[in-house]
């Protein structure tokens, strides 16, 4: 199981990479795992170096070596071109984020991967 995610996730890299938005998508802050409590976590988004706004934005988070499962986060918008979202993760160690932001003009995804403390 864990192969084909792998397969999925490079495939959509590379459909990422053929998009047309020119958005960048970035993580600012990573969140830790500590038992029980969510923890924020906020990615930010440009276009041409620009910050954009009013993008619908979320995070399907999953761990890259051990199967938890998915858990999704909708990110919402600061109105600086950041957008936060708190999510309850399961243990701290190396974690992907595809993230996938859209509006009406624009379309893009990430996948990010990240290593995650734990408290």
Known sequence: ???HGFLLAIILLLLTGCGSANLSIQLEQTPIYEHGTPSEMTVSITKDGE???GLTVTA???????D???LQA?????????????VELPMGGEWIADVK???ADDK???LITFDVKER
């Not at 399907?60 to 051990?66: I, S, Y």
């Not at 909708?74 to 708190?86: H, K, R």
């Open 51 to 53: 910050a954009v706004n």
């Open 60 to 66: 399907d988070l999953e761990m890259a070596k051990m």
């Open 108 to 110: 893009a995804e990430e």
């Open 74 to 86: 909708n990110l919402i918008e600061n109105g600086d071109g950041t957008y936060s979202g708190e």
């Open 1 to 3: 199981m864990k192969k």
């Open 68 to 70: 938890h499962g998915h």
């Open 101 to 103: 932001a859209e509006s």
